[in-house]
């Protein structure tokens, strides 16, 4: 598709349904590079402050986003639960990557009129369908910064920020 | 207004552009309890694995929005430039609120139809107004959540992450 009937076919909408699922994704093409460029005893146990490792915090994103796309389509919440037993570098990452097919597949089950549905996330939390996504992604944003710190603290440059590809 | 009138006002759209500066004002309102949670000293000096103290970086987001959120409107971009010169808390704080303001008024002069806009941000960087938008927001909560390990480092509690009130 061209750039001028691309520009055409969504003009007068802030952000199309497409383009948050790209942005959300494009974020976690970063965080997935974050999470390689760990050596996974410092993904597993590097710690700053008393703060949790990095492989703890991916497990918060996989429990927040895996269920999270699930009760945001079909209105059933499981309770919240981040202890998923994921011990390596290479099982954080299958799990990364079974969960990127899961939230394309249910993406495309969200109806536009729905983005502005009130809900309550996990059963706890108030929202619509839009401002619990923004929160998934402001979330993982925020960890993966926090990341980039470690990575810095341990020598190691990070992924560069704007590289979502 | 009561929830469901609103509701039906903004029906059949992902994000609308009140929601957006709702979204990107919250995010800087928790920004703002951010900066003042350090001690001055440690908000200009602070520093972990040789990256900027957060002061610097809130130049940097400053430089980024002040410029940017004009350049948006006006389409006319000042050349780049984070050299503000804000030395003390007091200074960036002032800063950050009139930024505030700023980003308020001009808010309301983009068009709906304005947000798929291509542009050239900062007569380098490609994208639409809301893609440049988005990464402003993202840019801020990045460094944010870099700031929350230099707070926890020298043991002081950062602010809730989802207080945006």
Redesign the interface.
Known sequence: MS?ETN?KA????????A??LD?WQG?RRLTRKTIEAFPEEKLLNHS????RPFAIMIQELLAIAGPGIEGLVTDKWQDYNEDLNLNSKKDLLKAWDTLTDKINNYWSKIP??D????ILAFGLYEGTV??TI??FI??E??????A????????IEPPM??DKN
């Not at 700053?48 to 703060?51: C, D, L, N, Q």
């Open positions: 750039s520009h969504i003009t007068k909408t802030v952000v199309t349904p383009q948050l942005h974020h700053i402050g008393g703060m536009l009129e983005f502005q549905k009130e839009q401002s923004l929160y402001d979330n944003i925020h960890h993966r910064g926090q980039y710190v470690y990575l810095r603290s341990l020598g920020f704007w």
